[in-house]
């Protein structure tokens, strides 16, 4: 299908090598339209949005950031770790802005499920709701993502 | 027959070329800016072809402007003044700048083309900025994750720069990217030798620029760099320093107490280095060796996560709460902080609880 | 034929809608129409090429293509008109209004090859028109346009916060909807017919 020279140019980003090594869609063979609204249902089907999923991340994160070193115990079970790395990164929407490098693991100990997410992620999946192609370093599956942070 | 396929092709071609010729001479007379004047500060003047942006036409020059992005409007680093000649402002440019910016004529010099003779102003110290070509004559390991890369000047051959400033780097396209980057670093080194430049570099997972370094950089390779960049660089004053650094973050540290071991500096100093566990720790003899030919310096390393084959008998746990034990005198205290942004803001907070006022607070956060 | 061109003009826009009753056009028409700021963008570049080519295509036909006996031609000589102009205005736009060439001005190569534009320079030869006729055609239709691809960008940023089955993501239910708008234009028949 044709796309508009902006989305051209948005689908040049999100590939290997531009903006980041690997790329944002992995091994995905879909388009990152179809990408978005397949997980927007996804979303819809665990009866939660983007704002409330991006705001749960930028809690865990902004805890973590403050305990730079090592991790921390977030609400009894959540163990969180902030890894920053040198650098910012460009959000491959053409964003204004650039967000830092870094690295959010989040272990639930209730569930035992382990996600890791940049803050270029929670930007992505609040603006965007672009929760990265499958086979991508950071893909965070809904289901997981959504059991990881709210059981 | 012969003769209408004849006919046909003549007038299909004919017509085109017409339009062809009427687009090849709309090109001359639209997209042909001709000469146009860029004046600079109301000093200096470039007579450039006109039709690129103005950050391209500025870099080929020899005037360089930060960006991050490479002129691709996302990163909202190469904002200049332009007094005259921008034409309006752009819809790309807006989510850039705000109100004041817009009323100061701030606009993003790598989404104006230049159409016309131009005006504007940058910064004094943007003259300073040079493009080097470099030989890489040494590369180190420093930790399982640092590299110490030394860079030997070829063209110019020489740079000036205060200790505490970082270059950027440039990375070619290479096999796992498709367009050069260029990502900053400090310099480590004093600025007594010119014509080379140190800098230590820790891999960033995914990193265009440091994968290259790390995997694909060798010993004699030419690479680009671009600088001097920067405004966390050492004051002269005599008040007492505090230097804290976390991570690679001891690049712009070590340069900076490379120059005041040279001056024989007889300021009071304190160094703290945060880091996870003793394989973090980097540069000891020197600091060591440091604390010796310094009048009053020391030298405290903290680790926050020490395992037990660390054997670890200094301090341990977060930088903070040892500054009691450090800042002496906190209002004549200049603290001098590099490392990630985390590190750097309850350093910030601790700091300003232990009576440092925030104007002699200077930090370099992982820009 | 003898119709009032001021009728015209308003058929093409309501009764004769080129995209949802002959369906040119689609394949912009379904990519673009994710967001209603760039489907504005697309179909205003639509209207005002639509406008102007109807217009410098009747009188290629008419002062050219007739003369040398080689209407047979048109399709081709159309498309190379089409594309000239499209290049032409681009390079126009950009020089005089850097504004203009961000909203506009980088949707017109899209429309290079767009067929609603061919369709109506074609349309003006089927159906015989004088020149004032061809020019508000082309406004009409380019109207059209603009109004159904705005009315499709619409209702699909609606449609994007609700739960949509795996089989009619994307253009499935694009054009499910498009068929529900062409059968509402329908309604409007009664007012004028052309054709």
Not at chain 1, 131 to 136: I, N, R
Not at chain 2, 271 to 288: N, P, S, V, W
Not at chain 3, 168 to 182: H, N, P, R, V, Y
Request: glycine fraction near 8%; proline fraction near 4%; charged fraction near 20%.
């Amino acid at each position: 299908m044709k796309e508009t020279p902006h989305e051209i140019k948005i689908h040049n980003n999100l590939k290997a090598g531009v903006i980041s090594i690997d790329g944002f869609l992995g091994d995905d063979s879909r388009h990152y339209h179809e990408i978005i609204v397949e997980d927007r249902n996804e979303l819809l089907k665990l009866n939660t949005t983007t704002e409330e999923l991006a705001d749960r991340m930028n809690y865990f994160t902004e805890i973590s950031f403050e305990h730079y070193e090592g991790s921390v115990l977030i609400d009894d079970h959540y163990e969180v770790e902030y890894r920053s790395y040198r650098g910012k990164i460009l959000c491959p929407f053409f964003h204004p802005g650039l967000f830092r490098k870094g690295e959010i693991f989040l272990y639930n100990k209730k569930n035992d499920i382990r996600i890791c997410w940049t803050p270029l992620n929670i930007h992505m999946i609040r603006e965007h709701c672009f929760l990265e192609g499958k086979g991508s370093k950071h893909r965070l599956e809904p289901k997981e993502l959504y059991r990881s942070l709210f059981e | 027959m012969i003769v209408v396929i004849v006919n046909t092709v003549l007038i299909v071609s004919g017509i085109s070329g017409l339009l062809a010729l009427l687009l090849v001479i709309a090109d001359m007379l639209f997209a042909n800016y001709g000469e146009c004047k860029i004046n600079i500060n109301g000093k200096k003047e470039l007579n450039l072809k006109g039709g690129s942006s103005l950050l391209t036409l500025l870099n080929e020059s020899g005037i360089y402007l930060a960006s991050a992005c490479g002129g691709r409007g996302s990163c909202g680093f190469c904002k200049c003044k332009i007094t005259q000649g921008g034409g309006p402002l752009l819809p790309t440019e807006k989510p850039f700048l705000n109100k004041t910016e817009i009323n100061n004529q701030i606009r993003l010099s790598c989404q104006v083309k230049v159409k016309e003779d131009i005006s504007i102003e940058i910064p004094e110290d943007i003259f300073n900025i040079r493009k080097f070509k470099a030989r890489v004559t040494d590369i180190k390991d420093l930790t399982y994750d640092i590299k110490e890369l030394t860079l030997q000047l070829i063209k110019p051959d020489s740079i000036d720069f205060k200790p505490g400033q970082y270059i950027q780097l440039e990375a070619p396209p290479y096999e796992k990217s498709k367009q050069p980057v260029s990502r900053a670093y400090s310099i480590s080194n004093a600025p007594f030798e010119k014509d080379f430049i140190q800098l230590i570099i820790r891999l960033v997972p995914d990193g265009l620029c440091t994968t290259y370094v790390f995997e694909y950089l060798q010993v004699n390779d030419i690479v680009n760099v671009t600088g001097p960049f920067g405004d966390f660089y050492i004051r002269d004053t005599q008040a007492d320093m505090l230097f804290i650094a976390g991570g690679s973050g001891k690049a712009p540290i070590k340069s900076m107490l490379e120059y005041l071991v040279k001056n024989k500096s007889r300021r009071k100093m304190v160094y703290m280095f945060g880091a996870q566990t003793k394989k973090d720790l980097y540069y000891t003899a020197l600091l060591e060796k440091y604390e010796k030919e310094l009048l009053d310096f020391t030298y405290v390393p903290v680790l926050s996560k020490p395992t037990q084959e660390c054997e670890w008998e200094g301090k341990c746990g977060y930088i903070p709460p040892y500054f009691p034990e450090y800042i002496k005198d906190p209002k004549n205290t200049e603290a001098y902080l590099c490392g990630s942004p985390g590190m750097i803001a309850a350093v910030i907070k601790g700091l300003k609880e232990n009576g440092v006022p925030e104007d002699k607070i200077y930090y370099d956060s992982f820009a | 034929m003898e119709i009032n061109a001021f009728i015209i003009f308003i058929a093409a826009i309501f009764t004769s809608n080129i995209l949802l009753t002959n369906f040119l056009g689609m394949c912009s028409f379904l990519s673009v129409s994710r967001e209603v700021e760039s489907s504005l963008g697309l179909g205003l570049a639509v209207f005002f090429v639509m406008t102007f080519t109807t217009a410098i295509n009747f009188v290629v036909y008419h002062f050219i293509l007739v003369p040398l006996n080689i209407i047979y031609l048109q399709y081709i000589i159309f498309i190379i008109v089409i594309a000239a102009f499209v290049q032409l205005t681009e390079m126009i736009i950009e020089r005089f209004s850097p504004v203009l060439y961000y909203t506009l001005g980088i949707f017109l190569p899209l429309i290079t090859v767009n067929c609603a534009i061919l369709g109506v320079s074609l349309f003006l030869v089927i159906r015989d028109y004088n020149f004032l006729q061809s020019v508000l055609y082309g406004a009409g239709s380019g109207i059209g346009w603009f109004i159904a691809i705005l009315a499709l960008a619409g209702i699909r940023q609606k449609v994007k916060y609700n739960y949509v089955p795996a089989g009619l993501q994307g253009a499935g239910l694009s054009l499910i909807i498009t068929g529900i708008m062409a059968l509402a234009f329908i309604g409007f028949s009664g007012i004028v017919v052309i054709q």
